[in-house]
């Protein structure tokens, strides 16, 4: 069946001529949103791992490749990984560490390229440096902790950071021709439907690589499940959210690669909706919703919604 969006899968196997999986992993980074640096509240919506992998301890990022990718090889028959820095900010330290924690990634032959996950306003001129050097040699990706383009949003978000920061790195690293992809929340309490496709049409024009739609959820211990419990954050049903995914993605450029459409975390620490960890199921309704549309990414976008957002692409 031919996809109606940019599907990440498809554009791997384009690349590397197979299936190649991504490898979750914590590198033991800290978040400058949480230890003072720049706040010690953390996003609302963060649990205690730093959205990243629940189960690694304190083992070495060595460690949890060999385990992952055992596990993916033996399950799917899958022989080239991606190394995904996921927890926390992947770039909270200084350049030469940094180095040192993504070659021993580097190191293994199964590992074909390297994402790393930051936020957009903790990413210097010697991360970029090391970023370029990578990018010379590996297939890289820098995913930036967008959500929204919106301040409101951020604001309810406890993001601290602004879409100035957002521009300034992205501008940076495809300056340098590095691929960026962009993170983004669906169903932030406060916005309409047209603030988040808002988001959609700014993404286009600014001309990210790709992009993760993520859907607004509420996770054990943190601040955004106390309001959930209070009754002050109203979530969204799975109708509603295959119906938004398909306005967002229809004035999305299909040139940007989608990774993925929906989020979701483990179950031990996931509150709600519960509807969302039956993930291919949410996927089938996505592609459903295209088919009975007779619709595809990029459908609505035209030039004249691009003209609004001077930034280069």
């Known amino acids: 069946m031919k996809e109606r969006y940019n599907s990440f899968n ?90 040192e924690i993504f070659e021993k990634a580097l190191s293994y032959e199964e590992i074909v390229g390297i994402s790393i996950g930051t936020r957009p306003d903790w990413v210097f001129e010697d991360h970029i440096e090391l970023l370029d050097e990578l990018n010379k040699r590996t297939y890289l990706w820098v995913e930036l902790g967008l959500q929204t383009i919106h301040s409101k949003g951020l604001k309810f978000l406890r993001r601290h950071h602004d879409l100035a920061d957002f521009v300034k790195t992205t501008l940076e690293l495809k300056k340098r021709g590095i691929r960026v992809c962009a993170h983004t929340i669906i169903g932030i309490p406060g916005e309409s439907e047209e603030e988040m496709i808002e988001t959609a049409r700014f993404l286009s024009a600014i001309g990210v690589e790709g992009i993760k739609i993520h859907l607004l959820h509420i996770l054990k211990n943190t601040d955004l499940e106390k309001l959930y419990y209070e009754g002050k954050v109203k979530l969204l049903e799975k109708d509603e959210y295959v119906r938004i995914v398909v306005d967002f993605l229809e004035h999305l450029s299909p040139e940007i690669i989608v990774q993925r459409l929906t989020g979701e975390r483990d179950r031990e620490i996931f509150i709600a909706p519960q509807w969302a960890l039956n993930k291919l199921d949410v996927i089938d309704s996505i592609r459903k919703e295209f088919e009975k549309r007779d619709s595809f990414q990029g459908k609505k976008l035209s030039f004249s919604s691009l003209k609004r957002y001077p930034y280069p692409r």
């Open 10 to 99: 498809t554009h791997l196997r384009e690349v590397f001529g197979e299936k190649v999986y991504k490898i979750p992993l914590d590198p033991h980074l800290p978040c400058p949103n949480k230890d003072g640096k720049i706040s010690r509240e953390g996003c609302i919506f963060c649990d205690k791992y730093g959205s990243g992998p629940i189960k690694t301890g304190r083992l070495k990022i060595e460690e949890q490749l060999e385990i992952g990718m055992k596990r993916v090889s033996e399950k799917y028959g899958v022989r080239k990984f991606i190394a995904y820095f996921q927890a926390n900010t992947n770039t909270a330290a200084s350049s030469l560490r940094l180095r």
